[in-house]
């Protein structure tokens, strides 16, 4: 590891991104949407909408030809409703982890 400061380095590359599936959304990240290629952690309360957000991101990945996985730490997972929401569900990527570190060493591997 190394401490350098942000300016020292080159410029960042041009991110690709998936739309979330809402323009508003979209346009409040700054860049259009989730960096695609990159882990990302939905955070929020229970009921909130963490699930149907990261579905519908999921099935705009798939759009474009992208493979994504669902690390389903709940084990709560709804295919129908994935379905649904355009999930090309065959294609999708799941793991049901025991634990908290199981599900951080599926998203290291």
């Known amino acids: 590891g190394s401490i350098m400061r942000m300016g020292d ?3 960042a590359e041009d991110i690709q991104v998936v739309s979330t599936g809402s323009l508003g959304l979209d346009i409040a990240l700054g860049v ?8 990302v952690e939905i955070y929020g309360p229970e009921s909130s909408g963490k699930t149907t957000l990261t579905l519908q991101v999921i099935a705009e990945l798939q759009k474009l030809g992208g493979t994504a996985a669902f690390i389903d730490a709940e084990h709560a997972l709804d295919v129908q409703y ?5 999930v090309n569900v065959p294609e999708l990527l799941i ?3 025991d634990t908290g570190e199981q ?3 599926i998203t290291d591997a």
């Open 103 to 105: 599900a951080l060493e």
């Open 95 to 97: 793991s049901q982890p």
């Open 9 to 11: 380095g080159e410029a």
């Open 82 to 86: 994935a379905s649904k929401l355009g």
């Open 32 to 39: 259009g949407g989730l960096p695609r290629g990159r882990v």
